[in-house]
């Protein structure tokens, strides 16, 4: 793979290109990086609102009716629900695991076969979190496995 990286000072916003004649996992997966560093969400926390980066996200979860956003060392909540969500990084680097929770494949540390046919995932800041069986399937095939 060959980079050709630009400088042009007339340029107002940065522009990527990505040009190839067989779409390979190593593609897939450069193009959902890339799309990652362009996209936010607002977030809240104790009454400040943040725009956040997706690159940052580590999962989504929805708990009785209220959305929240995890990173590395915060939680957040959004106004956004979790469909709405989904439909945002649906092209990305982010997987549904259960009904109530969309994880970041690029945040994981490890993954382990747990009880009656469903994962456990381990974030790289040590949380734990399952991957329902109903879910398995779309996990593997995003995660490569």
Do not use: W
């Not at 990505?18 to 607002?42: A, D, P, S």
């Not at 940052?56 to 979860?61: G, K, L, P, S």
Request: overall charge positive; glycine content about 2%.
């Amino acid at each position: 793979m060959r980079l050709k990286i630009l400088r042009d000072n007339k340029i107002s916003e940065p522009c990527v290109t990505i040009e190839y004649n067989e779409e390979t996992k190593e593609i897939t997966e450069l193009i959902e990086m890339v799309r990652l560093f362009g996209n936010t969400i607002q977030a809240d926390i104790n009454g400040s609102s943040f725009v956040l980066q997706l690159k940052d996200i580590y999962y989504f979860e929805s708990v009785d009716d209220n959305s929240y956003i995890y990173t590395k060392n915060q939680v957040y909540s959004t106004q956004s629900k979790l469909y709405k969500i989904e439909e945002k990084v649906q092209n990305m680097s982010f997987v549904r695991v259960s009904k109530s929770c969309i994880l970041n494949i690029t945040k994981l540390k490890s993954v382990k076969p747990y009880l009656n046919g469903r994962f456990e995932a381990t974030m790289l800041n040590d949380e734990r979190l399952i991957i329902n069986r109903h879910y398995v399937a779309d996990f593997k095939r995003k995660f490569g496995i």
